[in-house]
């Protein structure tokens, strides 16, 4: 329709038509050997730094450690005081003498169970507070204070209730981590832009659909963070209650390594802990990164 | 002629608390079956709240909005919107953006096989088909506003309303969008109320041209007839004495009788 227009477009076109074929007909794709050196590369530029701290500050310690008289045992003693537990983490004499990964597997069971239901729990109550000015209004002032409650200061409460360590113990990390997962989701719900709402509201999505369809995904960034921190705050909380509670777990392990005086495997322990907590806060992360893929942009 | 979409005595106050602000005064308006109606006032001036209220996103304080001579006031696939930034869902590709309507409004006429190919239908409508798995994130401006069009369409809507539709656009995508959207109009005969504030897009899009007084207390301040013969061509309008009149009497409305006044 705008003929005259095209026409001078096509004329002055043409030439960089042509030019661009000679730019494509050579193609610069980098030796495999090159792609290969550079991915070496990007590794050893985060992989180098920490080793090399991490190295520093074992000599360090050690140099600290080793004198006469030292009240904690240096990264050499540890080592070899708890070689016999970093070889064989499967043994099971019985009772509670087994190896770490029993330890640590008792623990992240509680934690699996506690956390389960928080996220449950918390994601429905936090679109409920979210969604409604009613609820938000009875029920914020209330989370504002429980929330700021230590976790070990329900223990006892929690014993007193179950009777029991297990349900304690559980109990203690459902109300630890609910918190963060409540104010998350409701902050995410209440950010949801009016524009989803009024997409929903034309396409007359029913109160499921709109959930499931709109409010869910729009508020998974936000909840995800929730999540995030709640599973740090249990992992914290569970080393806490077991100690107190006792049994099996890596809680129990510390307290009962420290009743008999093995600083060495209260190290190694914590190094377990540290390492536990860590990849549990990125498995959330990269289990939200996945689900919010399209959301967290634009 | 029997009105199609008629708007009766439609006022809008907002209050808030003690104060309240006369938003629209007294609106009227009736539209025909097939027609494309432009709502062109300043910024403002309340033509984004008028098309809430048609769309039922917003209730009318009196007054209502009879659509076929039943009275609509809640939202609905019948008055599909699109909206001025596209509000396409980012966490669905393209193809699902426009499957969300497609299987609300067609769950119980259409088999899942035909509601599949509906889709593809308007996506090929908007020339979108090839990106109809791509997410929003992942397409331009343009195409995010014709995936926002077909989305619309495919709800079928007994009036399609448009909210500043060119708004966020280049001039070059907006040229290119308004034709693509004169053409669906062409093709599909619906009946199309937009909002504007571009006056040379209002006269080469509508049949009519309703220009609103600047708030608070808007109205409709005048109705100009655009008697352009369809198919219309942007480049041969350009030098059409009817297109410059009728481009003159909206320009004089809304620079001379009813200027911008900012608010002090």
Known sequence: MNMPATKIEVETATPAAAAAPVVALTPKRPPRAETYARMARETAVRVIPPLVVIALLTLVWELVCRRAGSALPPPSRVFKDTKELILDPFFDHGGIDKGLFWHLSASLQRVAFGYSLSAIAGIALGVLVGQSVWAMRGLDPLFQVLRTIPPLAWLPLSLAAFRDGQPSAIFVIFITSIWPIIINTAVGIRNIPQDYRNVAAVVQLNPLEFFSKIMIPAAAPYIFTGLRIGIGLSWLAIVAAEMLIGGVGIGFFIWDAWNSSHISEIILALFYVGIVGFVLDRMIAGLGKFVTRGTAQN | ?264
């Open chain 2, 1 to 264: 002629m029997t009105a199609y979409l008629k708007l009766d005595h439609i006022d809008k106050v907002f209050t808030r608390g003690a104060a309240t602000t006369e938003v629209l005064k007294d609106i009227n308006l009736t539209i025909e079956k097939g027609e494309y109606v432009s709502i062109i006032g300043h910024s403002g001036c309340g033509k984004s709240t008028l098309l809430n209220i048609i769309a039922g996103l917003t209730t009318a304080t009196t007054g209502g909005v009879l659509l076929e001579n039943r009275e609509v006031n809640s939202p609905g696939p019948d008055r599909a919107v699109v909206f001025q930034n596209h509000s396409l869902l980012p966490w669905l590709t393209v193809y699902e953006n426009v499957k969300l309507g497609v299987d609300k409004v067609f769950a119980k006429t259409k088999s899942r096989a035909e509601r599949d190919a509906w889709v593809m239908h308007n996506l090929n409508l908007v020339q979108m088909a090839h990106a109809r798995d791509k997410r929003p994130s992942e397409i331009s401006g343009g195409m995010k506003q014709r995936v926002g069009i077909a989305r619309a369409l495919a709800m079928e809507p007994k009036v399609l309303l448009l909210d500043e539709p060119f708004g966020a656009l280049d001039a070059l995508t907006r040229a290119h969008l308004q034709d693509s959207v004169m053409a669906l109009h062409q093709k599909l005969g619906n009946t199309i109320l937009m909002i504007t504030h571009d006056v040379d897009e209002a006269v080469l899009l509508s049949d009519r041209i309703v220009m609103m007084t600047n708030g608070p207390s808007a109205r409709i301040g005048e109705v100009l007839e655009v008697p352009l013969a369809r198919p219309r061509k942007r480049l041969e309008l350009a030098t059409s004495a009817t297109y410059l009149k009728c481009r003159q009497r909206v320009l004089e409305f809304l620079y001379e009788r009813h200027r911008f006044v900012e608010a002090a």
